[in-house]
């Protein structure tokens, strides 16, 4: 009996002194609709980030749909080499920086302490995957490419990985858009960072020059004769992905400008070995 009066007393002393603590700093009661109003903001900013994360992850396979991996058997670097440089690390790092937005906003709601972190991460990450391959069938990672490519700084160096490792003439690759296809026995090329090249062709290429046009963007194997001039072993057409950024090269003003009407000459013997193909 005394100690049910001592456990009485505490819980009564208890009482009085949150009571009285709640007269004295004047706490009321927050009406329900600011809880209501809290859940719903983080489910919005949640599902936003969803939706925003899921187009990122639909560019990134409009990316890799157009990402040659048996390229590296033709350049002197080994598979692991050729991934890592052309891995697209903007968009993985703006796809977990949502993920991590997702995650954040469920584990905030009235229910969310309730599901592990791993939980959380594991269906937001494959929520992303799922409406990712439906916004790429949906042609939403070529729009996001195409509009990035036109307005976007930096494109050909940070968003698209593709356009800077096409664009190594050191290392024989090149890439840009035609921009005078009449000459005979060469072509110029403006490439992404608006210098002019003259492209001569090599006894090996097997390509017909009469189907090159004017507009048209290509890549390029082969190996850096000059500062300006390139010789070309083989030729891929077509600009996907970053066509958008290739086109719009010739609007800008450029770097330098090579005489088309100059004589052809012999090209310079090469003093190092010629990379196989």
Known sequence: MLEEK????????FTDKLIAEIREKKIEPKPRWRFLLKNYTFYTVGVLSLLIGSLAMAVMIYLAKFNDLSIHTQIEKTFLEFLLLNLPYFWLLFLAFFIFIIY?????????YRYSPFLLVAVSVILSII??????????????DDV???????YGHVLNRQVDFWSQPDEGRLAGIIVDSN????????DRDLKEWKIVFSSKISYNPNLLTNHQPIRLFGY?????????????????????????????PRRNRVDSFMEILPPPEIPFPMPRY
Not at 224 to 252: A, H, N, T, W, Y
């Open 183 to 190: 000459q005979k026995g060469f072509f110029i090329l403006l």
């Open 224 to 252: 850096l004769l000059e500062k300006d001039e390139f010789m070309v072993e083989k030729i891929f057409f077509g600009g996907r992905p970053g066509q958008e950024f290739i086109r719009e090269l010739e609007g800008r």
């Open 104 to 112: 954040y906003n469920l584990k905030h709601t009235s229910k969310g």
């Open 131 to 144: 409406l990712g391959v439906i916004f790429f069938f949906a042609g939403f990672g070529e729009k996001i």
């Open 148 to 154: 990035l490519g036109r307005r976007a700084p930096f």
């Open 6 to 13: 001592k456990q009485e007393n505490i819980k009564d002393n």
